[in-house]
T-cell receptor, first 115, second 111 residues
């Protein structure tokens, strides 16, 4: 089991550029979550999918953020245009939907720096 | 609403000291409770969980008991090691919701 795979591990970009973060969940997991981690705000849920369908996107900061899950094995989080305040570590996690309280499995995150 | 409050860090201890990290929650239903741990440069890993009142979750010498009467899930370890240095997150989940985390508590253990 390769675990949840995120890419890239680090991303440095200039303000105004488009950024795409990628996630491959654990095979067979039906739920996928995107979290953002900052020192000031801790871990914030951005959006989560169940069976590739977005269930709750109320945490997405604004229209500059969008997320897709075109199939069960891939998801993207896009920021366009990026701003310095988007600098954070972005985590993807997946969960088996056998039970609602199954543990989440996290990737190692993408550290985004916007200059 | 649903929320988790955990003690502010950092917590600094000497090796073999006793550890307690306090966690309390507010929930509109009957949550399951978790502790996750994050080592430097890594994602979060499940440390332990409890799904009903009076359940005790345990793993790697860490324990936490689900206390419904005090809405608490405090993390304890009898003798910490340098390798336990990490950030610890308390979390809850309810049916139909995503996992809700506390702000995290940084633990630093020195030899």
């Amino acid at each position: 089991d390769a675990g949840v795979i995120q890419s890239p591990r680090h991303e440095v970009t200039e303000m105004g550029q488009e950024v795409t973060l990628r996630c491959k969940p654990i095979s067979g997991h039906n739920s996928l979550f995107w979290y953002r981690q900052t020192m000031m705000r801790g871990l914030e849920l951005l959006i989560y999918f169940n069976n590739n369908v977005p269930i709750d996107d109320s945490g997405m900061p604004e229209d500059r953020f969008s997320a897709k899950m075109p199939n069960a094995s891939f998801s993207t989080l896009k920021i366009q245009p990026s701003e310095p305040r988007d600098s954070a570590v972005y985590f993807c996690a997946s969960q088996s939907t056998g039970r609602f309280n199954s543990p989440l499995h996290f990737g190692n995150g993408t550290r985004l720096t916007v200059t | 609403g649903n929320s988790v409050t955990q003690m502010e860090g950092p917590v600094t201890l000497s090796e073999e000291a006793f550890l307690t990290i306090n966690c309390t929650y507010t929930a509109t239903g009957y949550p399951s409770l978790f502790w996750y741990v994050q080592y430097p440069g890594e994602g979060l890993q499940l440390l332990l969980k409890a799904t009903k009142a009076d359940d005790k979750g345990s793993n790697k010498g860490f324990e936490a008991t689900y206390r419904k009467e005090t809405t608490s899930f405090h993390l304890e370890k009898g003798s910490v090691q340098v390798s336990d240095s990490a950030v610890y997150f308390c979390a809850l989940i309810l049916a139909g919701t995503a996992l809700i985390f506390g702000k995290g508590t940084t633990l630093s253990v020195s030899s």
